[in-house]
């Protein structure tokens, strides 16, 4: 039924398009639709749409998306005062994030012989394995202001423990899942040599990760 409503509002949306009025507002704001449907089957039909965005070519719902993290530093700023200005963690994620798209581009350059790979595909499909990540830190800035440490521990602290421990698994289950995919349908590379990508990048970014952690980043 969601998703529903979301293509009825998309079909409005392009008529308004269509007819050239305010072209810029309403293209921003189907994308906007585009995104949250697409959050929606990513749950519901992962692989589908997951393939359905590599053949994207529209690089607004990437802008969408970024967007979405901009303002998470800065509302989750207002909970818990980051050491660094909110403005320095966005740049950071987008310098990760290029970072990321330019070892697999790379990787999967040199393992696929057969054809070119293309980096837009890239781009777009890495950028919605973000959505597990957002929706994680979100969930744990509001946890903090709703539930600010320290916690007691009694029976509720611990369910409350386990809920959140089991939250955590299925939201990175999810992301191995969107990553692998995004992986698949734009690099078109064998199963183990995904495999292989992602265990290689996990022992570049395991490491970096601990040293910005020791940084307080």
């Given at each position: 039924l969601v998703i529903s409503c979301l293509d009825i509002s998309?079909?409005?949306?392009?008529v308004f398009y269509n007819m050239d009025f305010k072209q810029r507002i309403f293209e921003v704001?189907?994308?906007?639709?585009?995104?949250?449907?697409?959050?929606?089957?990513l749950i519901l039909v992962p692989y589908k749409t997951m393939r359905r965005i590599c053949n994207e070519t529209d690089m607004m719902q990437v802008y969408i998306i970024f967007t979405s993290i901009f303002v998470y530093f800065h509302a989750a700023n207002r909970f818990r005062e980051y050491e660094y200005e909110p403005i320095i963690l966005f740049l950071m994620t987008v310098v990760h994030f290029v970072i990321t798209v330019l070892f697999f581009f790379m990787m999967s350059g040199f393992l696929q012989k057969k054809q070119p790979v293309e980096i837009k595909p890239l781009v777009s499909t890495l950028a919605y394995t973000l959505l597990p990540t957002i929706i994680w830190f979100s969930t744990s800035s509001i946890l903090y202001?709703?539930?600010?440490?320290?916690?007691?521990i009694n029976l509720l602290g611990m369910a409350f423990s386990m809920l959140?421990?089991?939250?955590?698994?299925t939201l990175l289950i999810w992301k191995i899942i969107l990553l692998y995919l995004a992986l698949r349908f734009s690099t078109?590379?064998?199963?183990?040599?995904?495999?292989?990508?992602?265990?290689?990048?996990?022992?570049?970014?395991?490491?970096?990760s601990l040293v910005l952690y020791a940084f307080d980043y």
């Open positions: 998309l079909s409005i949306l392009s704001l189907a994308a906007l639709i585009i995104v949250v449907r697409r959050f929606l089957l202001a709703l539930l600010p440490p320290p916690r007691n959140y421990i089991s939250f955590s698994i078109q590379l064998a199963f183990y040599r995904i495999i292989y990508m992602i265990m290689l990048y996990l022992l570049l970014a395991i490491p970096y």
